[in-house]
């Protein structure tokens, strides 16, 4: 991949990551992003977790209203869609650039081999595909080896995904969030997360949710996340045949 002006570098710290899976709904924790931490962009809180997802009209107010975005949104320098998290050189010389981006780049093969990895069962690649196609933000770590040798010919890897859907305007809930096995304990999980979230709440999208594993609740909860807010009990619907 060639390297891009808009691409920066972010230091991480270590932690413990862990994949979750989405595709046992019984053992699912429904989580909210707790408002607090709405404050890494300055935004002010507005509503209840359901008045916002109602109408976005303020709590308690008798009439509707329009809330402009903040100025902080203008003021701020956008986020660039591709970061560098790491940089690891190799003893033979070439460096393995740790690249988050948000920029939606995924092959529906490599995503399945690395969901084959995490032990996630299969799902018909044109559903994937679709997806993918269909969410609002998709982000992705790969593994980029640069060789000082054989510049423009990088080989490129994906390490991890987790993508988000939306109604555009107050509310996402993430889906699908997982990490090479091989590159877990780095703390790739956590920055993908939060990377994510930050460029949720850039475009004013404040009501962020997700479905856990019961396994990785305590990772999500570190992220700023808590179970079940105001006692809202997640629900899952089943065909009855």
Same mark, same amino acid.
């Given at each position: 991949? @060639?390297?891009?002006?808009?691409?920066?570098?972010?230091?991480?710290?270590?932690?413990?990551?862990?994949?979750?899976?989405?595709?046992?709904?019984?053992?699912?924790?429904?989580?909210?992003?707790?408002?607090?931490?709405?404050?890494?962009?300055?935004?002010?809180?507005?509503?209840?977790?359901? $008045?916002?997802?109602?109408?976005?009209?303020?709590?308690?107010?008798?009439?509707?209203?329009?809330?402009?975005? #903040?100025?902080?949104?203008?003021?701020?320098?956008?986020?660039?869609? $591709?970061?560098?998290?790491?940089?690891?050189?190799?003893p033979d010389?070439? +460096?393995?650039?740790?690249?988050?981006?948000?920029?939606?780049?995924?092959?529906?093969?490599?995503?399945?081999?690395?969901?084959?990895?995490?032990?996630?069962p299969r799902?018909?690649?044109?559903?994937?595909?679709?997806?993918?196609?269909?969410?609002?933000? +998709?982000?992705?770590?790969? #593994?980029?080896?640069?060789?000082?040798?054989?510049?423009?010919?990088?080989?490129?890897?994906?390490?991890?995904?987790?993508? @988000?859907? #939306?109604?555009?305007?107050?509310?996402?809930?993430?889906?699908?969030?997982?990490?090479?096995? #091989?590159?877990?304990?780095?703390?790739?999980?956590?920055?993908?997360?939060?990377?994510?979230?930050?460029?949720?709440?850039?475009?004013?999208?404040?009501?962020?949710?997700?479905?856990?594993?019961?396994?990785?609740?305590?990772?999500?909860?570190?992220?700023?996340?808590?179970? $079940?807010?105001?006692?809202?009990?997640?629900?899952?619907?089943?065909?009855?045949?």
């Amino acid at each position: 991949m @060639a390297a891009s002006s808009s691409v920066h570098q972010v230091h991480i710290l270590s932690c413990y990551c862990q994949t979750s899976d989405p595709f046992l709904p019984p053992c699912n924790v429904y989580l909210r992003l707790k408002p607090a931490r709405r404050r890494l962009v300055g935004f002010p809180l507005k509503a209840n977790f359901w $008045d916002s997802i109602r109408s976005g009209i303020l709590k308690n107010n008798n009439k509707s209203e329009v809330i402009e975005p #903040s100025t902080v949104l203008e003021e701020e320098e956008p986020l660039p869609e $591709d970061t560098v998290l790491l940089e690891n050189p190799q003893p033979d010389g070439t +460096v393995e650039q740790i690249i988050f981006s948000s920029a939606g780049d995924v092959d529906v093969y490599d995503l399945q081999a690395l969901c084959d990895k995490v032990g996630w069962p299969r799902r018909p690649l044109s559903k994937v595909a679709a997806s993918l196609r269909n969410s609002y933000m +998709v982000a992705t770590i790969h #593994s980029v080896l640069k060789s000082p040798d054989a510049e423009g010919n990088d080989r490129k890897q994906l390490i991890g995904m987790a993508r @988000a859907t #939306s109604d555009h305007a107050f509310n996402a809930t993430i889906w699908d969030v997982l990490v090479d096995p #091989s590159y877990q304990g780095q703390g790739l999980g956590k920055a993908l997360v939060e990377q994510l979230i930050r460029r949720l709440l850039r475009r004013d999208i404040g009501n962020i949710t997700l479905f856990a594993d019961s396994k990785v609740v305590d990772f999500y909860k570190n992220l700023g996340f808590e179970a $079940d807010p105001e006692g809202i009990k997640g629900m899952f619907w089943y065909p009855r045949y």
